[in-house]
């Protein structure tokens, strides 16, 4: 079975802070990981991938297939990072059907 | 294109009554997807659809039903409310690109529902 954990529910930093919010997973084969960004009262919105390896809002997460971990990393917050954040899971293959596993969440508040 | 549309927004409902979550996407995705959102549980899968016609079960699909008769609709059914469906409803599409691989799924706006 595949799981995401994201141990993590709140997170406070201050601006100009570094931030990392940790999301580790469990599946057997080869996962898709994603990171998900839900703003106050907003849909959710894809945020990362971890198969494009590229930098949105200044965010950054690598996936560490030996720690099974995909943690999100930005080094200097800002108040408008302030939102849900949501590891997901995509396992491979047809039989998949794309499904996502989705973590607890994290929130996170950035102070001036 | 409006995306992955949901309607209703808002809805209060009682016990034992019955409604339709709308959801409608207008960008050719064959999979659509309904999860709900409990505070500090994340997100859970209730129904999913690769394609009109074709709709299984879940994580969590009991009291819900769901149809697909086309590409676009994905409504999702609660037959008899109860307390313990009170949630955010989303609704979500993706497209399959074949040999396994599918895009980044798109989300709605969601549906806010209490039952009381």
């Known amino acids: 079975a595949q799981r995401v954990t994201q141990p993590e529910k709140l997170l406070s930093v201050f601006k100009g802070a570094p931030v990392e919010l940790k999301c580790n997973y469990s599946?057997?084969?080869?996962?898709?990981l994603f990171w998900y960004v839900q703003y106050s009262r907003q849909r959710l919105q894809l945020l990362l991938r971890h198969i494009s390896r590229e930098s949105i809002k200044g965010f950054t997460a690598d996936l560490n297939k030996g720690e099974t971990s995909f943690h999100l990393k930005k080094p200097f917050a800002q108040e408008e990072d302030s939102a849900m954040y949501y590891c997901?899971?995509?396992?491979?293959?047809?039989?998949?059907?794309?499904?996502?596993?989705f973590g607890q969440g994290t929130i996170l508040t950035v102070h001036p | 294109n409006a995306g992955v549309t949901q309607t209703p927004k808002f809805r209060i409902l009682k016990i034992g009554q019955s409604m339709t979550l709308q959801c409608a996407q207008d960008m050719n995705h064959n999979y659509m997807y309904w999860y709900r959102q409990d505070p500090g549980m994340g997100l859970k899968l209730i129904y999913y659809?690769?394609?009109?016609?074709?709709?299984d079960k879940g994580e969590v699909p009991n009291g819900y039903n769901v149809s697909r008769s086309t590409t676009e609709d994905f409504p999702l059914r609660l037959e008899l409310a109860a307390p313990s469906q009170t949630s955010v409803y989303f609704c979500a599409s993706s497209y399959w690109m074949g040999q396994g691989m599918s895009q980044p799924q798109h989300f709605g706006d969601g549906t806010r529902l209490s039952i009381l």
């Open positions: 997901a899971l995509r396992g491979a293959g047809g039989t998949s059907y794309g499904k996502l596993t």
């Open positions: 599946y057997s084969g080869s996962p898709e």
């Open positions: 659809s690769v394609g009109a016609g074709i709709t």
